[in-house]
């Protein structure tokens, strides 16, 4: 079995500040880890993605994520929040062999940027 | 530059009608996804299509039904929607089941009255 959970469904940042975004995984296998993205009334955009290999991913618009498999953990992180980051954010797993299994979401976690 | 497209972007039914999402993608892609979005739920998966020829249940697909007409095309269908299937629909595509990006559509959005 395969679960996400995010910790907060919202967070507040100034912009400038450094955003973090907590999500903790559960996976009987090696798990494939997602950080997506959605801008209000659209659908979800990649942000970056973990399969094997290097364990800190950089993503897009400056984001990166961190798997740390002894916390279950790939939080997301930014240095200096923009207004722009504003939107809603979804942590996924992928589980099974070499991740095949469709991806299961997390709650999402709702980023405000405060000027 | 089409992408994943969604018809219709908005309905309105009431409790005991039927009706069918329709979705397409011109990526080549050989997985297509059904999603519905709730508040403080995100997204939970209804079914799934790892290829053409198979689909497969997801966490919540009780009151649905799907069909993979054929590589481009994966339709959900509510044969007698209830007021719990109240929810945002996305449908998705990936060139394949195993750990690939997702591609979204803009979503219908679904009241069951």
């Known amino acids: 079995a395969q679960s996400v959970t995010q910790l907060g469904s919202h967070v507040s940042v100034s912009e400038g500040a450094l955003v973090l975004l907590r999500c903790n995984y559960s996976?009987?296998?090696?798990?494939?880890l997602f950080w997506y993205v959605q801008y209000p009334n659209q659908g979800l955009q990649l942000l970056l993605k973990y399969t094997t290999g290097a364990t800190l991913v950089k993503g897009i618009n400056g984001f990166e994520a961190e798997f740390k498999k002894s916390e279950t953990s790939f939080h997301l992180t930014k240095p200096s929040a923009h207004m722009s980051d504003a939107a809603e954010y979804f942590c996924?797993?992928?589980?099974?062999?070499?991740?095949?299994?469709?991806?299961?979401f997390g709650s999402g976690t709702r980023l405000q940027v405060q000027p | 530059n089409a992408g994943v497209t969604q018809t219709p972007k908005f309905q309105v039914l009431k409790t005991g009608q039927s009706m069918t999402l329709q979705c397409a993608q011109d990526?080549?892609?050989?997985?297509m996804y059904w999603y519905r979005q709730d508040p403080g739920m995100g997204l939970r998966l209804i079914y799934y299509s790892a290829s053409e020829g198979t689909t497969d249940k997801g966490e919540v697909p009780n009151g649905y039904n799907v069909s993979r007409l054929n590589k481009r095309e994966f339709s959900l269908r509510l044969e007698s929607a209830a007021p719990s299937q109240t929810s945002v629909y996305f449908c998705?595509?990936?060139?394949?089941?195993?750990?690939?990006?997702?591609?979204f559509g803009s979503g219908t959005q679904l009241s069951v009255l």
């Open positions: 990526m080549n892609h050989n997985s």
């Open positions: 996976s009987s296998v090696p798990p494939y």
């Open positions: 996924a797993v992928s589980a099974g062999v070499a991740g095949r299994r469709a991806l299961t």
């Open positions: 998705a595509s990936s060139r394949g089941l195993r750990a690939e990006k997702l591609f």
